[in-house]
């Protein structure tokens, strides 16, 4: 039987239906949730994300800035950005579109940002408060997994989710995500060995790869659930995913598409984020 292509956009349009009204609703008590994006140099994958960004802010009653800076622009000038950003009470969630030239470093600039306005969870503050189960934004495309598997009905506690990938915005956090929803869970990588005979052992499979179609048939369980957070450009200039949708239909019992479903749940993850920290600006006025 073919699997069931879950509908990412059913799925975020409920999800920013809701952002929306709570969006209202802080408005009425004088707060407008804002986001300040900055990006650095011309690469036009990344123009076309920050556009996303800035237009979805906009679709959900949010207040959103984008800082468009040239690729000359020096280090110091970002962070001077970021601490003028910081101080902003419009501001409440920063986001710096990766990827930046050599000669700024990514570390320094997301330890620039103070912690309450880290839209991505990207400051080793809240990663660390994320390890340790404490409140603080969440990861945006982990958290968006996370979402989809939900919405789907998934019962994650005692299954078995095998996530393909270890990098610090998306293998980790997603591994930490799902054991918080008591699944049990193992990690793949670049030297994992026998990888097919790991991941056709999962119930719920999450490819965050970055290698167009890498993931087929031999990878999946028959029944499983399949993820595919990857977004790789053609040479033809087409997108795709990090699983062979094609040779996996048959196999899997949900599988996302790409595009259309786990890069527009980041984002709403993002807005989600940007909110949550508008309401914690207001409850911490409230309280003195
Ligand atoms: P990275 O390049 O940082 O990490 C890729 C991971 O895949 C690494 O851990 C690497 O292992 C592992 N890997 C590479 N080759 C293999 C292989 N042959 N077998 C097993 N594992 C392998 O990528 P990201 O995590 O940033 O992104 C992954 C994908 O997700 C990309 O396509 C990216 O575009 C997409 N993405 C999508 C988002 C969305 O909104 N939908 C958001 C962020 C990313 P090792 O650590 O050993 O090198």
């Known amino acids: 039987m073919s699997a069931q292509v879950i509908n990412g956009k059913e799925i975020t349009g409920a999800y920013r239906a809701q952002i929306k009204e709570d969006v209202a609703k802080l408005a009425q008590q004088g707060v407008q949730p804002g986001l300040a994006v900055i990006i650095v140099g011309e690469d036009p994958a990344s123009q076309v994300y ?22 000359g622009v020096s280090e110091k000038e970002v962070l001077a950005l970021i601490e003028k950003l910081n101080q902003s009470p419009k501001i409440h969630g920063i986001l710096v579109q990766s990827p930046l030239p050599k ?13 309450e306005k880290d839209a ?20 945006c495309t982990p958290a968006g997994v996370i979402a989809i598997l ?9 299954k078995h989710a095998v996530v393909i990938g270890r990098s610090n915005i998306v293998g980790k956090p997603m591994a930490i995500l799902l054991l918080r929803e008591h699944a049990t869970v193992t990690i793949c990588h670049s030297k ?33 659930i399949v993820i595919d957070v990857g977004i790789n450009r053609l040479d033809t200039g087409k997108l795709a995913g990090d699983v062979d949708f094609d040779d996996v239909l048959d196999t899997a019992s949900y599988i996302t598409p ?3 479903c786990v890069g527009p749940m980041t984002i709403t993850i993002l807005l989600k984020n940007t909110l949550d920290a508008a309401s914690r600006s207001l409850k911490a006025q409230v309280n003195g």
């Open 50 to 71: 920050v556009r996303n960004k800035a237009k979805a802010c906009e679709e959900a009653g949010m207040y959103s800035e984008v800082h468009r800076l040239e690729a």
């Open 103 to 115: 000669h700024i470093s990514e570390d320094k600039v997301v330890e620039a940002i103070a912690v």
């Open 258 to 260: 790409v595009p259309g």
């Open 150 to 158: 939900k919405h789907i009905g998934v019962e994650l506690a005692g």
């Open 120 to 139: 991505d969870c990207f400051h080793p503050v809240n990663v660390g408060n994320l390890m340790i189960g404490k409140e603080g934004p969440a990861p």
């Open 192 to 224: 994992t060995a026998n990888m097919a005979e790991i991941t056709s052992q999962a119930d719920i499979l999450i490819a965050a790869v970055g290698k167009p179609r890498m993931i087929r048939k031999e990878h999946v369980k028959p029944g499983a």
